[in-house]
């Protein structure tokens, strides 16, 4: 057994053997000499020892050497002195010392220096080539090189990470047998490559091999033939680099990015799904072939019953099959199984890869188990579709040919979040349409119903004026006077209810019943006017015309009511009272006449955001709402009388300024036909 100290010893011991091998040959050298040329020379031959201070210079360096040269330089002192005496030397013994420790210094100094210079220049050598194979291990492509006949010479450490093969297993075998290309990505064979690498010298592309634990990796390989002066190939140098944690990365990526982009796609596309046939529908064709071969949905109904199931096939003609599994087998909300277990508890479910023993479990039969098989059942999924807690349905999809994986669920679980707001708007949307349908149903027939009684009231109360009025009783004038304010309160209640009439039919999408008749606007407006002027007390209302009349066909009763709505929205609106102007005028447009009115008022005016939707049913503008009671159908209904007369009615309106409200109708060349009066009309 070694022990750590001799160890250190054979260390020393190797690393001084050629300092002291040098001078040892010298003595050695020199007693060669010094026995055998005395007996056969007159004068030592010390020739060799030069060429033993040589040696030990070459081998020791020049420690060694000028050791050695001192060795010859005593020997010969010694050798070349009187025989007898120390010291004592002849003229040409003493040429002879000096020549001898002249020449043997030199030898030591010039092989020594030389020596010195060659380690120094090796050492160097070995210093970078030390530096380059730290470089070779340390970078992380795989870098490889072979000899001529593409045997391999060097593997980095690279290499063994990317390939799993050490460089002791590799080294000295084809780089082919051991790194075979199982395929090029660029579109070209190996042949290809190989011509364009004989050709160009480099060759650089994509490529797919195998690891040692037959993983297979992709790979971005840079080739380069090495060609010595004379152009013959000495070897080749691959860089190859790992390009799949990348290439998987970048995969991902782009997967997100898609995903995003077809969840943003879905969103907008559901949300113009109104009703729940089309809102399913579009699921099934975002969701085929995008992320499923097929798939089923089934949606709990308002009742609590499962509706009809929806099913889609990325090949239409399986969708049959699909359809009969669920007639011979439909699913019941009291049984087990895994799409009841989502639609009751409101879980997600992923089979990422079915076994036998799970398509058993979710057929109901052999038939139902062999015909999945037709269908293609690798992997499903399972997604509730969920809105504002409530669980409204389960949406099955199902892949053929590959396994789902979380992200994949997750995915699916944004998709049908989007889909059950999609599902429950429309319901919603449903419901708000059946109840403004049950609404304007109800209108139309209160305020069709309301007109009678209130035309008997109107009849009993002109008959009791009659009555009263040839009375010759003190209360005649006082019950007068009363029967009066019952006859024009019916008479406003009769307009009310011809309003909510109108509202209710244009609601319906019907047009209004006009009833036209040669009619004069300046005699309909200066009887409203002065109307609405006995009304109020703190506003003054002016007429300004230029013409005496403007006559057109129009039906009268509702066009008072359109200026009736205008004039009292005039004055609700200027709470503070002032002025209303209402100007009438002839103009012509496209060498048309047309006549004009505007309502003109300096009241509290309507915010710049409500404008554009002021004739919109029941819209009323933000700072009137909670201040003045209204109902917001007057202007609606007003618009679409003045429209159906052939005209318009427009707003111009600054919020705390006021407002002017337009009318414009076409005036009709008449025949000479006597405009009816207003009063007439109206009765
Ligand atoms: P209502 O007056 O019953 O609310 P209308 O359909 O007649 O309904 O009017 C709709 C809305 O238009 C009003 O609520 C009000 O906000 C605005 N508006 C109408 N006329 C005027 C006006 N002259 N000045 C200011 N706002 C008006």
């Known amino acids: 057994m070694f022990s750590s100290s001799m160890l250190a010893y054979r260390r020393w011991n190797m690393k001084r053997w050629p300092l002291s091998k040098g001078p040892l040959v010298t003595l050695l050298v020199a007693i060669g000499i010094e026995g055998f040329s005395r007996l056969l020379f007159d004068i030592p031959f010390v020739a060799p020892m030069f060429l033993a201070v040589a040696y030990a210079a070459f081998l020791g360096g020049l420690q060694s050497g000028l050791v050695s040269a001192a060795i010859t330089s005593a020997y010969a002192l010694y050798a070349f002195a009187v025989p007898g005496s120390f010291l004592v030397y002849s003229d040409n013994n003493l040429i002879r010392v000096l020549v001898v420790i ?13 020596k010195r210079r060659v380690e120094h220049d090796q050492s160097k050598i070995l210093h970078i080539q030390h530096y380059q194979s730290l470089l070779l291990q340390s970078v992380t492509d795989s870098i490889i090189a072979t000899d001529a006949q593409f045997r391999i010479q060097s593997w980095n450490r ?12 590799v080294c000295g075998k084809p780089i082919f047998e051991v790194l075979p290309v199982v395929r090029y990505l660029d579109g070209i064979d190996s042949d290809q490559a190989k011509a364009r690498l004989k050709q160009q010298s480099f060759w650089k592309g994509q490529v797919i091999q195998r690891r040692r634990d037959g993983q ?45 982009h077809f969840l943003a796609q879905a969103s907008s596309i559901l949300a113009d799904s109104l009703d729940y046939e089309s809102t399913i529908n579009t699921v099934t064709q975002l969701a085929i072939p995008h992320l499923a071969d097929w798939c089923v949905i089934h949606l709990i109904g308002k009742d609590g019953t499962l509706r009809r199931p929806v099913a889609a096939h990325v090949k239409p003609e399986l969708v049959e099959i699909i359809r009969e599994l669920q007639q011979r087998s439909p699913i019941d909300l009291d049984a087990n199984g895994p799409i009841i ?14 076994d036998p023993v799970n398509q058993r479990a979710v057929s109901a039969d052999d038939y139902h188990y062999r015909m999945l098989d037709v269908l293609g059942f690798k992997s499903y999924m399972i997604v509730p579709i969920i809105a504002h807690g409530y669980t409204l349905g389960a949406a099955t999809f199902v892949s053929a040919s590959r396994s789902y994986t979380a992200a994949d669920l997750e995915h699916m679980q944004d998709l049908m979040r989007r889909c059950g707001m999609a599902v429950d708007n429309a319901r919603l949307y449903h419901e708000a349409k059946e109840a403004i349908q049950t609404r304007d149903q109800l209108m139309l027939t209160v305020s069709h119903d309301l007109k009678n009684p209130l035309s008997a009231i109107k009849g009993y109360a ?4 009659r009555r009263v009025g040839s009375m010759d009783a003190p209360e005649a004038v006082w019950l007068e006077d009363n029967l009066a304010k019952i006859d024009a309160t019916t008479k406003k209640m009769g ?16 047009t209004l019943d006009l009833d036209p008749c040669p009619t004069d606007l300046i ?15 703190r506003h003054c209302i002016y007429v300004a015309t230029s013409v005496p009349e403007l006559v057109g066909l129009y039906d009268p009763a509702r066009l008072e009511r359109v200026l009736a709505n ?50 919109d049913p029941f819209r009323r503008a933000g700072n009137v709402q909670g201040r003045v009671r209204g109902t917001g159908i007057g202007l609606t209904i007003a618009r679409r009388i003045v429209e159906q007369h052939g005209g318009a009615l427009t707003v111009a309106s600054v919020e705390g300024a006021g407002s002017t409200f337009t009318i414009r109708l076409p005036v009709a060349v008449l025949p000479n036909a006597a405009p009816v009066s207003f009063d007439e009309a109206s009765a």
Not at 158 to 169: F, H, K, L, R
Not at 502 to 509: K, N, V
């Open 102 to 114: 002249g020449t043997s210094i030199a030898m030591a100094l010039l092989v020594g220096g030389l």
């Open 158 to 169: 690279a290499s063994e990470t990317i390939y799993g093969w050490s460089a002791a297993e």
């Open 216 to 260: 297979e990796i992709s790979i971005e390989a840079s080739v380069r033939l090495i060609q010595d002066a004379d152009g013959s190939t000495v070897g080749v140098v691959t860089v190859n680099r790992d390009m799949t944690e990348y290439q998987k990365a970048q995969a991902e990526r782009t997967q997100i990015e898609e995903r995003q």
């Open 341 to 354: 277990r989502t639609l009751l508890t409101g879980e997600t479910q992923l089979v990422a890869e079915v």
């Open 462 to 465: 002109n008959f009791l004026r």
């Open 495 to 510: 307009a009310l209810l011809n309003e909510m009439l109108d509202f209710a039919r244009l609601q319906a999408g019907q």
């Open 523 to 537: 005699t309909v407006v200066s009887q409203t006017v002065a109307e609405y002027q006995q009304a109020t007390e």
């Open 566 to 615: 205008l004039l009292s929205n005039a004055i609700k609106y200027s709470p503070d009272g002032g002025e209303i102007m209402v100007e009438v005028e002839s103009i012509s447009q496209d060498g048309e006449a047309w006549a004009a009115i505007n309502v003109r008022d300096w009241g509290l005016g309507i915010p710049a955001a409500d404008l554009p939707h002021i004739f």
